[in-house]
């Protein structure tokens, strides 16, 4: 049975921080790259950024040098991070982790919401 949990959202004003944190539960989730994505109202998932099981990191150009995306692996568990600086208003969004390879299959977690706004 696989699972993911997204959690560490909130409110914060432009400048601020937040660290979000995904429980991906299932072999399936450790042994894949693995990204987080956000999402606005009436829009498509968007992947901001992914890490490949060997460790390589890859950031859409909008997040670069503010966001930090990173994992804790083992064989059935995954948790993966998403430090966030620096934050904006356009960042404002629901955040979800999720396999970026392969492609996501439909299934999503809840998601955590993030609002920067003074």
């Known amino acids: 049975q696989v699972s993911l949990e997204e959690s560490g959202g909130g409110l914060v004003q432009p400048g601020g921080s937040l660290r979000l944190s995904c429980a991906a539960s299932?072999?399936?989730?450790?042994?894949?790259?693995m990204g987080w994505y956000r999402q606005v109202p009436g829009k498509d998932h968007d992947l901001v950024a992914k890490i490949s099981t060997g460790g390589t990191t890859t950031y859409k150009e909008s997040v670069k040098g503010r966001f930090i995306i990173s994992i804790a692996r083992d064989n059935t568990n995954s948790t993966v991070y998403l430090q966030m600086h620096n934050l904006k208003p356009e960042d404002t969004a629901v955040y979800f982790c999720?396999?970026?390879?392969?492609?996501?299959?439909?299934?999503w977690g809840p998601g955590t919401q993030v609002t920067v706004s003074s």
């Open positions: 299932g072999r399936f989730f450790s042994i894949n790259t």
């Open positions: 999720n396999t970026v390879l392969p492609a996501p299959d439909g299934y």
